[in-house]
């Protein structure tokens, strides 16, 4: 609490120096406080990795969740408008909905100086429909097939895409890496 005192008779009020002192460093020591979370805003916002430690690797994991939503965005709705007779059309229709976004992921790091390579993978393809539609006596669908890097599969008639096999190659100024990347066209479970 500050106590004013009067010190004449014009009415002029004056603030002892020990009073003023001590006012000065409240005020100070507010300042500070309320600086404090916009220094440390600043600092956080500002903040980078290290050059050259995991760039590549953590666009490298955007990349592929930003492939994964946009291979399942691309194929929805292909079974209901394309029959299996009509198989080739139905790949060239999810390919034609997935190139603007691959496109778009290609350019996606290079204010950051990194470059992304995506390719698709017809031979990653052609294994993984061997590996997940197996033949057999007693199979519900028919066979996995892949074009170009896109899998799809004959059920009940229908053209069902399974999903896309890429290269993915992330560069960075620092860092490189290479995979192959396999996209499932249906959204995968939280279990």
């Not at 408008?81 to 229709?93: E, F, I, P």
């Not at 976004?101 to 390579?117: F, I, N, P, Y």
């Amino acid at each position: 609490m500050v106590r004013v005192t009067r010190s004449d008779a014009d009415g002029d009020d004056e603030i002892p120096a020990s009073t003023r002192a001590q006012l000065v460093l409240v005020a100070g020591a507010v300042i500070a406080v309320g600086l404090a979370p916009i220094a440390l805003a600043y600092v956080q916002l500002g903040a980078t990795t290290d050059a050259g430690v995991g760039t590549a690797d953590r666009t490298g994991e955007d990349v592929t969740r930003a492939l994964d939503r946009a291979v399942f965005e691309a194929a929805s709705g292909v079974p209901g408008n394309h029959s299996w007779s009509d198989r080739r059309d139905a790949v060239a229709a999810v390919e034609n909905r997935l190139d603007p976004r691959l496109d778009t992921l290609r350019t996606s790091g290079l204010r950051e100086g990194v470059v992304h390579g995506i390719e698709y993978n017809e031979s990653a393809a052609g294994a993984w429909a061997a590996e997940g539609c197996p033949g057999g006596p007693n199979r519900q669908f028919g066979d996995g097939e892949p074009i170009g890097g896109v899998v799809r599969q004959d059920r009940g008639g229908r053209t069902h895409v399974l999903g896309v096999a890429v290269d993915l190659r992330v560069t960075g100024e620092e860092s490189a890496s290479r995979m192959t990347h396999r996209v499932d066209a249906a959204p995968q479970s939280a279990g």
